[in-house]
């Protein structure tokens, strides 16, 4: 026979996906902290892979309808593709549901779905990584652990109904379109004119600032906390600045 | 192998399939074999422009489903020999269009022409990402006013994005801005966008600037792309927008509406 082309070929990869830590079994508070994160960057979350994290629940002895919290995750359009954390109950419900349930490791989590776990062989985290705040808000979508990934570059224009995502800091040398949106889980870097949503620090990083050149931004926000170009203050629009947050609120800073 | 152009937009009526017909025929004056593709399935409007709508036998999908062979379906322009049309469907619904059809056409077409000019669709749904997906350069065709620019603004993305190129990770497809519709007189009186208020937005390489000129409509009537009333203003920046993409350089005119001392020369607007 000569030779002919296989039928499949398995390659390894990683692939990027959110992790949903819950802290409370409320559907009712689940489902309005979602859509209010949602509203915030719709593009980005619509359709999106999501890993369910129920060791803070569990934390708390806090029960939970598993069948439930999928069929709200699929309403408000996520693909759940995944567990952790689970007690024995909750693990049989998702093989039930066909959801693949991730083991965690007793030293530094370790996702086998997601970017973090290719990241972390180059870069090890502290172990145990719980997050410093205690949980004001019922829901977070935060990575385990908090990466410090290295930061991606992009050096064509970002147009109109284009994404980016970056898992560190996002460096950006060219325009940001209206319409396009950025985000990063670290900074953003705009050498150019930023005209379409920048949100930075998407994950909870408060630290998170964007710096751009040319300010005519239609949507920025860092950590959740965001103003609309309609809350821009004219003395700031078209200058290059930093903006970051303090005490809640963003400042935006003229870089002289 | 041929060089692919697509003339693509976003919003429609902004004078891809004028500037698809003018662009096609300069190219073959020039002697350059060259074919024209319409992507616009249930509208054909390519071959009214150039006038050959009534010898129109078979078309694109039908060469796409293997109907009919290319040589049946291509038609010779009457004005220039190295000139081939093949026109879109008026009949067939746009389902017929697919990737793998396009791409066998293309390629065959490959073979045996240097330019193969696309006029796409309006809208960023799938006649229009087929257009461009195979393409090699991008006239964008845009109107200096914010709604087109905003599309062609998408498109742009669109392009560095869903294309085949994008797809390879081959280098990017080529994008030209082709401002078109152009009055001088209404950018002064801050009715329209002006070059430079486009160019903040898009920053792309210019190939030209169409001015508004009633030539366009008819010569379209006249079933004659504008390139061949080489006294219109369109015309010849149609001419001049070839020459460019040809290589050669040309500072732009049509900017300011006075025409220089040419103008001055001659008195008024042809
Ligand atoms: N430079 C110009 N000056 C005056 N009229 C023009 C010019 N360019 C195009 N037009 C007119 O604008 C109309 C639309 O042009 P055309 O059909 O080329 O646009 P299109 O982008 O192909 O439209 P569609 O999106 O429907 O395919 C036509 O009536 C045409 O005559
Ligand atoms: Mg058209």
Do not use: W
């Amino acid at each position: 026979m000569l030779n002919t082309s296989p039928a499949l070929e398995f390659k390894s990869s990683t692939f990027f996906a959110p992790i949903l830590i819950l802290y409370t079994n409320d559907l009712t508070a689940i489902e309005q902290t979602l859509h209010e994160k949602i509203s915030l960057a719709p593009e980005f979350f619509k359709d999106s892979p999501l890993i369910i994290d129920l060791r803070e629940l569990n934390k708390q002895n806090l029960s939970l309808d598993f069948s439930q919290i999928i069929q709200l995750l699929r309403r408000v359009s996520f693909f759940p593709v995944g567990i952790r954390g689970g007690n024995e109950n909750q693990n049989q419900q998702a093989r039930a549901l066909f959801i693949p349930i991730d083991t965690v490791r007793e030293q530094g989590s370790t996702l086998m779905i997601g970017a973090e776990a290719a990241k972390q062989e180059t870069a090890p985290q502290p172990a145990a990584q719980p997050e410093a705040a205690t949980p004001k808000e019922p829901v977070r979508a935060v990575p385990v652990p908090p990466v410090s990934a290295a930061a991606t570059l992009v050096t064509q224009p970002i147009r109109s109904g284009q994404r980016i995502y970056a898992s560190g800091d996002l460096i950006i040398l060219s325009q940001v379109s209206a319409g396009a949106e950025i985000m990063a889980e670290g900074n953003i870097h705009v050498y150019n004119t930023l005209r379409g949503r920048a949100l930075a620090g998407v994950h909870g990083n408060t630290a998170a600032r964007i710096f751009c050149f040319d300010l005519q931004a239609e949507l920025i926000s860092i950590a959740g906390d965001y103003k609309t170009s309609e809350d821009l203050n004219k003395q700031t629009y078209r200058h290059p600045v930093q903006i970051y947050l303090q005490n809640h609120a963003l400042i935006i800073k003229e870089i002289a | 192998m041929a060089r692919i152009i697509v003339v693509t937009s976003g919003k429609g009526g902004v004078g891809k399939t004028t500037t698809s017909a003018a662009i096609a025929m300069g190219l073959a004056k020039r002697g350059h074999k060259t074919a024209v593709i319409d992507f616009d399935v249930g509208l054909r409007n390519l071959d009214l422009i150039l006038g050959c709508e009534r010898r129109v036998v078979y078309d694109f999908i039908n060469v796409i489903n293997g109907e009919a062979s290319l040589n049946q379906a291509l038609i010779r322009d009457k004005n220039c020999n190295l000139l081939y049309i093949l026109p879109a469907s008026q009949t067939r619904d746009k389902d017929a269009l697919t990737q793998e059809g396009v791409g066998k056409v293309l390629d065959e077409l490959s073979k045996d022409f240097e330019y193969i000019v696309c006029d796409s669709p309006a809208g960023i749904e799938k006649g229009a990402n087929l257009a461009l997906y195979f393409a090699d350069d991008a006239f964008v065709v845009t109107n200096p006013e914010i709604s087109s620019v905003r599309d062609s603004d998408r498109m742009l993305g669109i392009l560095s994005s869903k294309s085949r190129r994008a797809e390879r990770n081959e280098e990017p497809i080529k994008e030209y801005l082709l401002l078109t519709r152009y009055d001088p007189d209404r950018v002064k009186l801050g009715e329209m966008l002006s070059l430079e208020d486009v160019q903040e937005i898009l920053s792309l390489d210019l190939l030209g600037i169409i001015p508004e000129s009633k030539s366009v409509l008819s010569a379209s009537n006249a079933g004659m792309p504008v390139i061949l009333d080489e006294k219109s203003e369109a015309g010849q920046a149609y001419a001049d927008v070839v020459a460019r993409y040809l290589g050669e350089k040309l500072p732009h005119r049509f900017i300011d509406g006075k025409q220089g001392f040419l103008r001055r020369l001659f008195g008024g607007r042809k």
